[in-house]
């Protein structure tokens, strides 16, 4: 069973608040934390610990982006 986390939680991960870096799309939460692009927990006019599933239609690339960060588990 995948680790489940509210909307809370999510927003905690925000590179803010706690050093974890955290979105989630489609209900799936990734660690960005390692990632360049959301230093501080902003990548471009996207904040982390938040939910970017409605936000990624704006983005000129696709959901594969995804594919090439860690799963930590999924929003309840």
Same mark, same amino acid.
């Given at each position: 069973?995948?680790?489940? =986390?509210?909307?809370?939680?999510?927003? %905690?991960?925000?590179?803010?608040?706690?050093? &974890?870096? +955290?979105?989630?799309?489609?209900?799936?939460? =990734?660690?960005?934390?390692?990632?360049? %692009?959301?230093?501080?927990?902003?990548?471009? &006019?996207? +904040?982390?610990?938040?939910?970017?599933?409605?936000?990624?239609?704006?983005?000129?690339?696709?959901?594969?982006?995804?594919?090439?960060? &860690?799963?930590?588990?999924?929003?309840?």
């Amino acid at each position: 069973m995948p680790n489940l =986390y509210t909307q809370q939680q999510l927003a %905690l991960r925000n590179g803010q608040d706690r050093e &974890e870096v +955290w979105v989630a799309y489609e209900g799936v939460i =990734y660690e960005v934390t390692d990632s360049r %692009l959301w230093r501080d927990g902003k990548h471009y &006019e996207h +904040w982390a610990g938040q939910d970017l599933t409605a936000e990624l239609k704006d983005a000129p690339h696709t959901e594969t982006v995804f594919q090439k960060f &860690e799963v930590v588990g999924r929003l309840v």
